[in-house]
């Protein structure tokens, strides 16, 4: 069984920065993607970034030039550089892992607070 734990969530103003975690741990087979989603309240989940395990990288258009995904040279963690911080960046986050011919898994979330 695969688990993902993620870390780095906080409360921080407007203009600041915070960096999240997720390391996955168990039995891993192959990793396709890693990513985050987020979800604020009374908003559906939205895809934040998501990094193949090419290299490639994916970005939603509102967190382009603020925010970096990144993986670990473990490879089974994957990070989220957060940048120039706004109240709408305001969240929970959830790390996601897809792997080849398995269900996706889903972390536990971490929530972001991003005061004005």
């Known amino acids: 069984q695969v688990q993902l734990v993620e870390s780095g969530g906080g409360l921080v103003q407007a203009g600041g920065s915070l960096r999240l975690s997720c390391a996955a741990s168990?039995?891993?087979?192959?990793?396709?993607?890693m990513g985050w989603y987020r979800q604020a309240p009374g908003k559906e989940r939205e895809l934040v970034a998501a990094?193949?395990?090419?290299?490639?990288?994916n970005y939603a258009d509102s967190v382009k030039d603020r925010f970096t995904i990144s993986r670990g040279s473990a490879k089974n963690t994957v990070y989220l550089q957060m940048n120039s911080l706004k109240p709408e960046d305001t969240a929970v986050y959830y790390c996601?892992?897809?792997?080849?011919?398995?269900?996706?898994?889903w972390g536990k979330g971490t929530l972001v607070t991003v005061s004005s």
């Open positions: 996601y892992l897809d792997q080849r011919g398995r269900l996706r898994i």
């Open positions: 168990g039995s891993i087979v192959s990793i396709s993607t």
């Open positions: 990094v193949t395990s090419g290299g490639s990288t």
